[in-house]
Structures are given as structure tokens and as C-alpha cells.
């Protein structure tokens, strides 16, 4: 069983920057695919970033894109978010996930429903 934590949550004023990590309990091998989503109260969860288990393809939700940045270390079976430029509207509960052999190396899943192991989300609260 993989357990994914996530950390680098808080409250930060606009334009502030934050580096969310998510670290994984046992080394995940090779084909996994991880995704970063969020969800704001009263909204349904969305995407954010996803990095294919290769490497080769990372995927941004537009409003991220420019801002956001994932990378991944697989030495240390940690995914990082790297978020410049943060908005009021970034204020959400942000959360990992990730699955094995998700497909082609250069797929990037974007669907809740494709990922098998979640984090329990760590609090990003951006204040105007």
C-alpha cells in the first residue's frame, strides 16, 4: 500500500510563492504517473499539474500554466508544485496522487477517477 503526504501548505498574501511536496511511503517505481489537484470550498475538485511516469510530458490546467510548476525527484520518491505569482483564487486544499502503469510514457492522466493512491491534502489559503 502507498501512502502519499503532502506538505508545503500555508498562508500566503498575493504574489507570494509556495513549494508543495508529496512524498511517497514506499519507492514507486518507474511507471507512475502523478497528478496534483485541488479543491476550493463549495467547488468540486480540479486539476492542476500532472507529470507522465516518464518524465517526457507535464500537463498544467490553463490557469496554472506560466505559474505552476511540478517536477519530481525519484530519488527521494518525492513530486513537487512550485507555485509563483499565487491568487486569491489558488486558495484551495491541494492534493497528490499517483498510479502505476497508467498507460503510454506520455500520458499525463487528468481524471480523478484514473488515479489509485491520494494524499490527504495540505491547505493553501492565499490572501488578497
Known amino acids: 500500500q502507498v501512502q502519499l503526504v503532502e506538505s508545503g501548505g500555508g498562508l500566503v498574501q498575493a504574489g507570494d510563492s509556495l513549494r508543495l511536496s508529496c512524498a511517497a511511503s514506499?519507492?514507486?517505481?518507474?511507471?507512475?504517473?502523478t497528478g496534483w489537484f485541488r479543491q476550493a470550498p463549495g467547488k468540486e475538485r480540479e486539476f492542476v499539474a500532472a507529470?507522465?511516469?516518464?518524465?517526457?510530458?507535464?500537463d498544467y490546467v490553463d490557469s496554472v500554466k506560466g505559474r505552476f510548476a511540478i517536477s519530481r525527484d525519484n530519488a527521494k520518491n518525492t513530486v513537487y508544485l512550485q507555485m509563483n505569482s499565487l491568487l486569491p483564487e489558488d486558495t484551495a486544499v491541494y492534493y497528490c496522487?499517483?498510479?502505476?502503469?497508467?498507460?503510454?510514457?506520455?500520458?499525463?492522466?487528468?481524471?480523478?477517477?484514473?488515479?489509485?493512491?491520494w494524499g490527504q491534502g495540505t491547505q493553501v489559503t492565499v490572501s488578497s
Open positions: 507529470i507522465s511516469w516518464s518524465g517526457s510530458r507535464i
Open positions: 496522487a499517483q498510479v502505476f502503469n497508467p498507460g503510454p510514457s506520455d500520458y499525463t492522466p487528468k481524471q480523478g477517477h484514473e488515479y489509485l493512491y
Open positions: 514506499v519507492r514507486t517505481g518507474r511507471r507512475t504517473a
